[in-house]
């Protein structure tokens, strides 16, 4: 595991959380990490998912499944091989696009997310890639693995509760359930990932 620099010294950053909705234990238990190392952060989660990788991938690469846990966003998601993103954030108006670069059926899913210049992002995220593996842990559970790595430090840091929310949303999809607010999520997961 590496460091994230803070002002004058090194920390150790590992979050993992238990929590209850709708009085059901949802998989929380993330070991979501943000690592910084010079210009560039990443952030990665690692989750135990009831589900078998088969639904996950399709909840992961099927443009109607996507829409569902990724809210606030419309246009071309074309999760297959050789496909394009081409995205708008109906809130901010950020625009993000991008290619699949690697589509390894069922087991590894990575795609350029570039975020153009815009408000929020005045110099955007012009490299940032977002990979996610899964590994079938038995018939019925599963580990995903995401990451979103190229990012600069602030926005690495920024959007680590963005991703823990994203991440809860989709785990309620695949279970059926309404998928919690991600504003209201992000804003409850946040201060597990200051610095």
């Keep these: 595991m590496k460091e994230i620099e803070t002002t004058n010294r090194k920390v150790l950053q590992k979050l993992s959380t238990t929590e209850k909705q709708n009085s059901e234990i949802r998989n929380t238990e993330s070991k979501g990490?943000?690592?910084?190392?010079?210009?560039?952060?990443?952030?990665?989660?690692?989750?135990?998912?009831?589900?078998?990788?088969?639904?996950?991938?399709?909840?992961?690469?099927?443009?109607?499944?996507?829409?569902?846990?990724?809210?606030?966003?419309?246009?071309?998601?074309?999760g297959y091989k050789d496909g394009t993103i081409e995205l708008i954030n109906t809130v901010s108006g950020s625009r993000v696009t991008g290619k699949v670069l690697v589509y390894e059926r069922y087991s590894v899913f990575e795609y350029e997310w570039f975020i153009a210049p815009n408000q929020m992002f005045p110099n955007g995220e012009p490299k940032s890639v977002i990979r996610w593996e899964i590994k079938q842990n038995d018939d019925l559970d599963s580990i995903l693995i995401v990451t979103?790595?190229?990012?600069?430090?602030?926005?690495?840091?920024?959007?680590?509760p963005g991703w823990h929310a994203y991440l809860d949303r989709l785990e309620a999809v695949l279970a059926n359930r309404l998928p919690p607010d991600w504003v209201k999520r992000s804003a409850e997961v946040k201060k597990l990932y200051s610095t």
């Design 33 to 78: 990490t943000v690592y910084i190392e010079e210009q560039y952060g990443m952030i990665k989660f690692e989750r135990n998912i009831k589900h078998s990788k088969e639904r996950i991938w399709e909840t992961i690469t099927d443009k109607n499944e996507v829409f569902k846990w990724l809210p606030n966003y419309e246009g071309t998601f074309n």
């Design 148 to 160: 979103h790595s190229y990012l600069t430090k602030s926005t690495a840091l920024a959007f680590a």
